[in-house]
């Protein structure tokens, strides 16, 4: 993936949450019940609840090629968006 790519992605939604940190914490935060097709993808995120699995716009991000997206503290300061790559060049 284009580190320009992810670096707007990142850098937009950090813009959003200052905008508005209550909504976007939420919107993230959101479980939406998904499908077995969704929950056994090999790149997705989800959460297995019993017979239920479960996504987040987190999970999603989280899914995209060697980037790990989470919400972070640092200095006591809240960042939105924090983004590490792994694997890969």
Same mark, same amino acid.
């Given at each position: ?26 919107? @993230? ?30 999970? @999603?991000?989280?899914? @995209? ?5 989470? @919400? ?18």
């Amino acid at each position: 993936m284009e580190n320009n790519l992810v670096e707007s992605i990142v850098s937009y939604l950090n813009e959003l949450y200052e905008a508005d940190p209550v909504a976007i914490k939420e919107l @993230i935060s959101i479980q939406v019940k998904c499908n077995d097709v969704f929950a056994n993808h090999p790149r997705l995120l989800t959460r297995k609840d019993g017979e239920d699995s479960y996504v987040t716009l987190l999970g @999603i991000l989280n899914g @995209i090629k060697e980037v790990d997206c989470s @919400i972070a503290r640092t200095s006591g300061e809240e960042v939105f968006f924090v983004v590490k790559k792994f694997g890969g060049n």
